[in-house]
């Protein structure tokens, strides 16, 4: 199964990520890779590009957004057997990072059928 | 949380933390089927106090804490049973061998982790076990699936499953296979064991038509994962990027290889935007890794290096077919092989005209190893056609229908058969 997890609020803006706690994130992303769990990972620029499509008119904002929960700041698309995995996987994300907010959503692949089918 | 969350977060800890778990273990008491019973004793200890105590912080070190210490006891027991032996035999007192254990702790608590998963992996796929043993036991202990899970995936009883794998930790036991890592002229054998068993677990996966089996799909993922693993653990090894290419290209077809109502779609026919490009991409990096290492590609590299010809292909008809034939010339000379040369022929006819291909597969015909494979007419029979041969290529195709298995197939060679007789 393969899932998505994203930050949406990591807190940084109030404090910055120190050297201690990127080394244990590389750590715990080297340990991610040598497991075969982490498929791929990445950042994301915070002055995110909000489309909006209404009644056939497309409005286009650009961030920086005041609250910080409204973009997501980095992801990591892993592939588990279980959900209970991700979800485990995850906390060990959040014990290095300290407090924040994020989703965990499952992507749909061969052999997953989506709910309602 | 509840009982049932608990018991599932303690399985999501297992899963990730058991080959590393049995790995630490195997090393201090140099037997993998014991290793495996002790941490099998850590989970109960899991299952039994968890759901009073709570997950405890780092989950993984405390199953690793009370393995070790049953470890500790077992030896203990043992030690004290020889000592005894001893005593009655000269009546002599020995020193306490407490230190001797501590210094085994420490030593575990040294090494990095990974050599000891690198020494399981090697142990659980030795050759002295048949590739089923192999594939049961790698599943179990660097995999984590239970018995029942792999009796599932291999369509077989969790009983065959059980005895499979008893058999085999006996069978490395009696054997006194060593939990290390091969070196020197044993290593490349060693490791085509260990590459065998990964392909032959994700085969056995993809070999199911997808959709409908699911628990085959997760074969394909386990071997994914294995293959993902030792890529990191052995990553100056070309071939095990290769095997891993191979598998990251072949599953990214997984969408594309069955029909609406389940039927099989060839390679060339399949809708090339429902190929998982993240697969492809990695199957690419993959296979670069394994280039860069500079030694001459082996089987699984130079079926990467094919399998990706034809995922960068963006439509059928832009395949690099000359490129394929050389490769499969390469393959031919490296793992001689009549499947080979079958395959080598149809791309020879795709590259330079049906002719060349027929040339090839008329040296095949008399293959005895081939005498019951229904792709030698299948492909003699198309080649036929394609040259107007349509009487011949008739009788290939119905010999091709007579010859296999699959329904949707069989429909399909009848079909062509009739063309070929209405001209």
């Not at chain 1, 997501?72 to 407090?99: H, P, Q, Y």
């Not at chain 2, 105590?53 to 077992?74: C, E, F, Q, T, Y």
């Not at chain 2, 993902?228 to 969408?255: D, F, N, T, Y």
């Not at chain 2, 670069?288 to 082996?298: F, S």
Request: glycine share 8%; aromatic share 4%.
């Amino acid at each position: 199964m393969r899932f998505l997890m994203m930050t949406t609020d990591d807190r940084s803006a109030d404090n910055p990520p120190d050297e201690a706690m990127m080394a244990q994130m590389a750590e715990f992303i080297e340990e991610m890779s040598k497991s075969g769990v982490l498929l791929a990972t990445g950042g994301l620029d915070p002055r995110a590009t909000r489309i909006t499509s209404s009644g056939g008119k497309i409005t286009v904002t650009d961030g920086p957004y005041t609250e910080a929960k409204e973009v997501v700041v980095g992801f990591a698309l892993i592939e588990t057997r279980t959900k209970e995995e991700a979800i485990e996987l995850s906390k060990r994300f959040w014990k290095i990072v300290g407090d924040g907010e994020g989703v965990i959503q499952q992507v749909f692949g061969p052999g997953d059928v989506p709910p309602g089918q | 949380m509840t009982a049932s969350d608990t018991h599932r977060a303690i399985d999501a800890v297992w899963r990730i933390e058991s080959a590393r778990i049995i790995a630490g273990l195997a090393r201090m008491v140099h037997d993998i089927g014991l290793a495996e019973e002790l941490a099998q004793d850590a989970l109960v200890a899991a299952l039994e106090q968890w759901p009073e105590s709570g997950v405890p912080d780092n989950p993984g070190a405390w199953l690793m804490a009370i393995a070790k210490r049953r470890a500790v006891d077992r030896i203990r027991r043992q030690q004290r049973l020889e000592q005894k032996l001893e005593e009655i035999g000269h009546g002599l007192e020995t020193e306490d061998p407490a230190p001797e254990f501590d210094a085994v702790l420490d030593a575990v608590d040294d090494e990095p982790i990974e050599d000891d998963i690198l020494r399981l992996v090697f142990t659980a796929c030795h050759p002295i076990l048949s590739p089923q043993a192999r594939a049961a036991l790698t599943l179990r202990m660097l995999g984590g699936l239970t018995t029942e899970e792999i009796a599932r995936a291999f369509l077989v009883s969790e009983a065959t499953v059980a005895q499979r794998i008893v058999r085999a930790k006996r069978t490395l036991s009696e054997a006194g296979v060593p939990f290390e890592v091969p070196e020197g002229a044993e290593r490349a054998g060693r490791l085509a064991s260990v590459l065998e068993v990964i392909y032959l677990i994700f085969n056995e996966g993809y070999a199911a038509t997808a959709g409908t089996e699911w628990m085959r799909l997760d074969l394909c993922q386990e071997a994914l994962r294995l293959g993902r693993i030792l890529a990191e653990l052995a990553p100056e090894e070309s071939e095990v990027h290769g095997l891993v290419a191979l598998m990251e290209i072949q599953a990214s077809r997984s969408r594309a290889r069955t029909g609406p109502s389940g039927e099989p779609v060839q390679l060339l026919d399949q809708n090339r935007a429902l190929w998982d490009r993240l697969l492809i991409r990695r199957g690419v990096e993959a296979l670069l890794r394994a280039e860069k290492l500079g030694v001459p590609p082996g089987p699984y590299v130079l079926q990467a290096a094919i399998a990706i010809c034809h995922a960068q292909a963006v439509t059928a008809e832009e395949t690099d077919w000359a490129r394929i034939c050389a490769l499969y010339e390469v393959l031919a000379r490296v793992a001689p092989s009549p499947v080979v040369e079958l395959n080598r022929a149809v791309a020879l006819a795709m590259a330079y005209g049906p002719e060349r291909g027929l040339e090839l597969v008329d040296t095949l015909v008399s293959e005895p190893s081939l005498k019951d494979y229904h792709l030698l007419p299948s492909v003699r029979g198309d080649l036929l056609t394609r040259l107007g041969r349509l009487d011949e290529a008739r009788e290939e195709f119905e010999r091709a229908a007579s010859l296999t298995r699959n329904a949707p197939e069989r429909d399909l060679l009848l079909e062509r058969a009739a063309a070929c007789a209405s001209g």
